[in-house]
């Protein structure tokens, strides 16, 4: 039998990229939430999770009427910069990120929060700066969260549906990724490319949690 | 000369305290300050520190100007020249004993440095170890070292022995005179340990309920009444037993337990948990040397 790997290709792609970005995005947005003392944290807050519960066609049905050639800002991209987001790459990224921005920043926020005060202080006491602080002191003892993070972005980014079938539509090799192919070849009643793609997606998913768990157990598993 | 003169309002335990302190500390001076917990002596250090803002007040090391509310200044924590050593010894886990060090040089270059901190507090050997991996004692001189490392204006100790045994304490104690020998360096001890007082500071600042309300030797400010061949122990009342027409008091004093026999009428007033004084005139005190 002959399978297309373009779309499980094409999904990997996509969360590897979309990972990259928020694990930048995500640990100062976390360090921010955790740590300012300004009040519209509490607004940013909740945007953040809103990922969770909110369905994903709304998220993507926002964003397609964002970035239509019609709106302002799709407007923007098209003519000023050159750029369509809408059914590209680009657009899937966009709306990945945003979409599995709470998975990236959650286990990020609470790692800080669970992080002893005492030690970021004892480095302050050392003259060092936030930002050295954070890179040779916090980070490097946050790590679990920061692994659980960014598995549970990219499991997460390799799940998505809704978002991407919304702003990115089905175009092979260009915005069809593995959970739309299934969707697709189930439509055109296809079981046996709706089988293979599954038990790929099925594979990968368990591979990737048993491995997290593993890796977990053994990082907090430091012997003193 | 280090002066300190701060103000703030704490929550403590027991309500709303206001701190209010004012006091000077000579150039090399170790001092101690004294005081039951939540009298607010580590607000005053994390004062110094610049870890907590006082309400209002001025902190000078030298000259330099740390802390002044009027003329709007505040340095923050990481510009004030401080070594402080915490109480839970706050070392980084991420760090082996080595880099811990390292990492508090304010001159990276200065690797010398560290070898010889680490031959100082005999942790040469366990360089390359993760703090968790240390004993009490090992990591509280490993705290200490560390702070040494970045060379202070000033060293804050808070309670830095507390959690250690006694005999550990003591090795401690001389460890760290033998330190602030080498490098005399203005020291600031806060304690709530007696003999601890005794051993390390010429000058003791007591702190009563956020103010300090003596100041000066160890021995004038705790010992007034031992010239006279007396003992005099504070100790807390764990039994009473009658026996006869005599009662035997059961009294803790520091770690030691002593039994005192006292009359009926002595006894009557007493109960368990009492605060006492156990005093005696002491012609031929016998000394053994342990």
Do not use: C
């Not at chain 1, 599995?100 to 050392?126: C, D, H, R, T, W």
């Not at chain 1, 009643?189 to 997606?201: D, E, K, R, T």
């Not at chain 2, 004993?97 to 100082?120: C, I, M």
């Amino acid at each position: 039998m002959n399978f297309d790997l373009s779309p499980l290709w094409l999904t990997f792609k996509l969360a590897s990229v979309t990972t990259l970005i928020l694990f930048t995005l995500g640990v100062p947005l976390a360090y921010w939430i955790v740590f300012t003392p300004r009040r519209w944290k509490t607004v940013v807050e909740p945007l953040v999770s809103m990922p969770l519960v909110l369905p994903p066609t709304v998220l993507g049905f926002y964003l397609l009427l964002l970035f239509s050639p019609k709106s302002p800002v799709g407007n923007f991209f098209e003519s000023v910069l050159g750029i369509k987001v809408v059914f590209t790459f680009l657009g899937l990224v966009i709306g990945s990120v945003i979409f599995s921005l709470p998975f990236m920043v959650n286990p990020i926020k609470a790692g800080l929060q669970s992080f002893p005060k005492a030690l970021i202080e004892a480095s302050y006491a050392l003259g060092k700066s936030r930002r050295e602080t954070l890179f040779k002191v916090i980070l490097p003892n946050i790590k679990p969260a920061l692994l659980t993070g960014s598995v549970m972005a990219f499991a997460h980014t390799v799940g998505e549906f809704g978002v991407v079938l919304m702003i990115g539509g089905s175009i092979p090799g260009v915005t069809r990724t593995a959970s739309i192919a299934i969707f697709g070849e189930v439509e055109a009643l296809n079981y046996n490319n709706a089988y293979f793609y599954s038990g790929v997606l099925f594979t990968i998913a368990f591979v990737i949690l048993f491995v997290l768990n593993a890796l977990n157990k053994k990082i907090f598993d430091v012997t003193p | 000369m280090i002066r300190v003169k701060a103000k703030k309002k704490l929550i403590s335990a027991a309500g709303p305290m206001a701190l209010d302190v004012d006091f000077l500390i000579e150039a090399n001076d170790l001092v101690t300050i004294f005081g039951a917990s939540g009298a607010g002596k580590t607000t005053i250090l994390r004062m110094i520190a610049g870890l907590t803002t006082p309400d209002e007040g001025l902190i000078q090391v030298g000259t330099e100007v740390w802390f002044d509310s009027k003329a709007g200044i505040n340095k923050p924590v990481q510009e004030r020249s401080i070594g402080f050593v915490f109480q839970d010894y706050n070392l980084f886990p991420n760090m082996t004993v080595r880099q811990n060090l390292e990492y508090a040089l304010h001159d990276k270059q200065d690797k010398p440095l560290v070898d010889e901190l680490l031959a100082l507090a005999n942790l040469t050997e366990l360089a390359n170890r993760k703090p968790q991996t240390l004993s009490g004692g090992q990591k509280q001189r490993l705290a200490l070292i560390r702070a040494l490392a970045r060379k202070p204006k000033i060293f804050l100790f808070d309670e830095p022995l507390s959690s250690l045994d006694l005999e550990l304490r003591l090795k401690l104690q001389d460890e760290i005179l033998t330190l602030y020998g080498r490098f005399k360096i203005p020291t600031i001890f806060v304690t709530h340990d007696l003999s601890e007082i005794y051993k390390m500071s010429s000058t003791v600042f007591i702190l009563e309920h956020g103010r300090i309300t003596r100041t000066g030797k160890p021995s004038e400010i705790f010992g007034q009444d031992n010239l006279s061949g007396k003992f005099k122990f504070v100790g807390t009342v764990l039994e009473l037993v009658q026996d006869n027409f005599l009662y035997i008091v059961t009294i803790q004093i520091g770690q030691n337990i002593t039994k005192v026999v006292v009359t009926e009428d002595e006894a009557a007033g007493l109960k368990v948990g009492d605060k006492v004084i156990v005093a005696a005139k002491a012609f031929n005190p016998i000394l053994l040397k342990v």
